[in-house]
């Protein structure tokens, strides 16, 4: 039988590319963090260079003559020879270096550097555009990098949409016509339900939310509950970016960062929580296979459902605080004093239409995606101009949110992902929500009284069941067929519809 010893003359140039890559990464984080702000242009050059070697080294006719040998480099399928028998990591090591070779192949190195060097660039002039609340300074750059993201969908080809190529980089599979109707779905459930919460009688009070919170308090229990979340700070640390994200160079330095508000309690809270999901699953790769695709996540859905399950299902339940609640009500007492912890949960669980993706509630989120979703795909496809941005944002904020920015820091400057060419990321956040509570409810079957393992504190429990059930396969299996592994059957809204409507029909006495 053969095995990845068997890869062997594969597996070694792939993590000599895998620890470039790594190198870029560490400085995409470092730019993100502790960067001097001078540093932009010299940086973009740096990165670039890395990402055109690591590119170059991917398609190299020594990697193109070695899978030649196993696998149809037309149709990704295996060569089965007479005798050949290969075991599920080998056949799925060959399967997801194809993936990457055949898209990598279809991109001129020349066309990558230009890329990542002026996405770089980009995200530089989006971090002070948004500062100063005005999107005509970032507008250039954002021209240059649509213009090369329809380029980059035009070398990779595809069917119905220039949209479905870039959809494909991190959902494998994923098309506007597999997406449309989940949203069409959720849509149909979660406007009529927010229209009965906003006639509901119960109006929840979440001001004590609001007051002042001194910031290193604030990143302090951030901190605590990481470490009971499973977060290894012998293999990670905690740190400030303008926008919270994660990045990992291996299973045992992974990063992640928050942002603190010091008239917001929940900001650091909860981007703390999501982001250890991420960390979680970073953490948890096998590091056997770091340098392969079997030591990369799955997909961005998969990577967004554990960081929505440790948000939504465990940080804003009811169990989670009875544990927690007396913990920050100590550490803010004069602020907390005098709210209960069934107080302080309508509090964080509030439903009401806000501007912010990342501070929305879990009801109001996914129209906030449905937003961007819509906006992309006009971009790729040449319907809007980068230029009416501000004003289709706003038109679409009042009609899905009844809400309109009162500035482009709060409207379409709020997001990094445009900068960082990102075209495509956005639906992975409401597939996540939805692989989140179809997970959470299998580990809830699977793991007895695990909620009240939760009220006790005991994190690590749910952490255990998916390092086992999800983390350490990374991309041995499709994203559909690890869906099936873990919970019988492919991905499903209804769980996710039934959560909130349970949920919210609670709290609101619907």
């Keep these: 039988m053969k095995t990845l010893k068997s890869l062997e003359a594969l597996t070694t140039p792939l993590l000599e590319i895998q620890r470039i890559?790594?190198?870029?990464?560490?400085?995409?984080?470092?730019?993100?963090?502790?960067?001097?702000?001078?540093?932009?242009?010299?940086?973009?050059?740096?990165?670039?260079?890395?990402?055109?070697?690591?590119?170059?080294?991917?398609?190299?006719?020594?990697?193109?003559?070695?899978?030649?040998?196993?696998?149809?480099?037309?149709?990704?399928?295996?060569?089965?020879?007479?005798?050949?028998?290969?075991?599920?990591?080998?056949?799925?090591?060959?399967?997801?270096?194809?993936?990457?070779?055949?898209?990598?192949?279809?991109?001129?190195?020349?066309?990558?550097?230009?890329?990542?060097?002026?996405?770089?660039?980009?995200?530089?002039?989006?971090?002070?555009?948004?500062?100063?609340?005005?999107?005509?300074?970032?507008?250039?750059?954002?021209?240059?990098?649509?213009?090369?993201?329809?380029?980059?969908?035009?070398?990779?080809g595809y069917r119905e949409s220039p949209y479905n190529a870039l959809l494909d980089v991190y959902e494998p599979g994923s098309t506007i016509a597999a997406l449309r109707p989940l949203?069409?779905?959720?849509?149909?459930?979660?406007?009529?339900?927010?229209?009965?919460i906003q006639q509901s009688p119960v109006k929840i009070d979440d001001t004590m939310l609001f007051h002042t919170f001194d910031q290193a308090r604030q990143l302090e229990f951030g901190r605590l509950v990481l470490i009971a979340m499973g977060y290894d700070f012998e293999r990670g640390r905690l740190d400030l970016s303008a926008h919270p994200?994660?990045?990992?160079?291996?299973?045992?330095?992974?990063?992640?960062?928050?942002?603190?508000?010091e008239h917001d309690l929940q900001?650091?809270?909860?981007?703390?929580?999501?982001?250890?999901?991420?960390?979680?699953?970073?953490?948890?790769?096998?590091?056997?296979?770091?340098?392969?695709?079997?030591?990369?996540?799955?997909?961005?859905?998969?990577?967004?459902?554990?960081?929505?399950?440790?948000?939504?299902?465990?940080?804003?339940?009811?169990?989670?605080?009875?544990?927690?609640?007396p913990m920050l009500q100590a550490t803010f007492h004069h602020q907390l004093r005098g709210l209960d912890g069934e107080q302080f949960y309508a509090a964080i669980n509030r439903v009401k239409p806000s501007l912010i993706r990342v501070e929305a509630d879990e009801l109001t989120y996914n129209l906030h995606i449905m937003l961007r979703f819509e906006i992309e795909q006009d971009l790729i496809e040449g319907r809007t101009r980068a230029e009416d941005l501000p004003g289709i944002w706003n038109r679409k904020m009042e009609e899905y949110l009844g809400i309109v920015p009162s500035n482009d820091a709060e409207g379409v400057l709020q997001d990094v992902h445009w900068s960082l060419g990102a075209f495509g990321y956005f639906p992975t956040y409401t597939l996540g929500n939805l692989y989140s509570v179809q997970f959470y409810e299998q580990a809830k079957l699977e793991i007895p009284h695990l909620e009240d393992e939760i009220a006790a504190g005991q994190l690590m429990v749910l952490q255990r069941w998916l390092g086992q059930k999800i983390h350490r396969w990374g991309r041995m299996f499709t994203p559909d067929h690890l869906t099936r592994r873990v919970t019988g059957k492919s991905l499903d809204p209804e769980p996710f519809l039934s959560y909130v409507e349970k949920k919210y029909g609670e709290i609101y006495k619907l």
């Design 21 to 156: 890559n790594s190198a870029a990464a560490l400085l995409s984080w470092d730019q993100e963090t502790y960067m001097p702000a001078g540093g932009g242009e010299a940086r973009a050059e740096q990165i670039s260079t890395l990402q055109g070697i690591a590119h170059q080294k991917l398609i190299s006719p020594d990697i193109e003559k070695l899978l030649v040998n196993w696998v149809d480099l037309e149709t990704g399928e295996l060569r089965d020879n007479p005798g050949d028998t290969w075991d599920e990591p080998a056949r799925s090591l060959l399967r997801e270096v194809w993936r990457d070779f055949s898209r990598a192949k279809k991109l001129p190195s020349d066309f990558v550097v230009r890329l990542s060097r002026e996405c770089s660039l980009a995200q530089q002039v989006w971090a002070e555009a948004k500062d100063n609340h005005a999107f005509s300074q970032f507008l250039p750059n954002l021209r240059t990098v649509l213009s090369l993201k329809q380029q980059e969908a035009e070398y990779l």
């Design 183 to 196: 949203f069409v779905q959720i849509k149909g459930r979660l406007v009529p339900l927010l229209k009965k």
């Design 245 to 261: 994200f994660t990045t990992s160079f291996h299973p045992t330095d992974v990063r992640v960062t928050t942002r603190v508000h």
């Design 267 to 325: 900001s650091c809270l909860f981007s703390c929580i999501h982001e250890g999901g991420h960390g979680l699953y970073d953490q948890g790769l096998d590091p056997r296979y770091f340098g392969t695709p079997l030591g990369d996540s799955v997909s961005l859905g998969f990577h967004e459902s554990q960081s929505r399950m440790w948000e939504n299902c465990v940080g804003r339940s009811r169990a989670f605080w009875r544990f927690f609640y």
